[in-house]
């Protein structure tokens, strides 16, 4: 069984930066499409970050693209998601997920197969 561990959540000023980490146990990490999420109350669940397991393609909405990186590092069964310029409206709690198949790198919900427990983002003065 997978199991995925997210940190580095808390509260940061707009404009700040935070740095999520994403550790993974049990299954093949480094085959496995990562995948970054969030959700905010009230609202659903919206794909925020996605790498291939190879390190190379990785997609982003709009509205972070430019400002979130996300990045891995296979040998240490991490994911990582690197935020910049936050916003209010990045307020939310932060998942990471795992899509055992990966035949690409997918943006939906739907095609992720383990999740972690998420970590809260508060951008707020």
């Known amino acids: 069984q997978v199991q995925l561990v997210e940190s580095g959540g808390g509260l940061v000023q707009p404009g700040g930066s935070l740095r999520l980490s994403c550790a993974a146990s049990?299954?093949?990490?480094?085959?496995?499409?990562m995948g970054w999420f969030r959700q905010a109350p009230g609202k659903e669940r919206e794909f925020v970050a996605a790498?291939?397991?190879?390190?190379?393609?990785?997609r982003y909405p709009d509205s972070v693209k430019g400002r979130f990186t996300v990045s891995r590092e296979n040998a240490k069964n991490t994911v990582y998601l690197q935020m910049n310029s936050l916003k209010p409206e990045d307020t939310a709690a932060y998942y990471c997920?795992?899509?055992?198949?990966?035949?690409?790198?997918?943006?939906?919900?739907?095609?992720?197969?383990?999740w972690g427990q998420g970590t809260e983002v508060t951008v707020s003065s």
């Open positions: 049990g299954g093949t990490f480094s085959r496995y499409t």
């Open positions: 997920a795992a899509d055992r198949r990966s035949s690409g790198v997918a943006t939906m919900y739907v095609a992720y197969d383990y």
């Open positions: 790498i291939h397991w190879s390190g190379g393609p990785t």
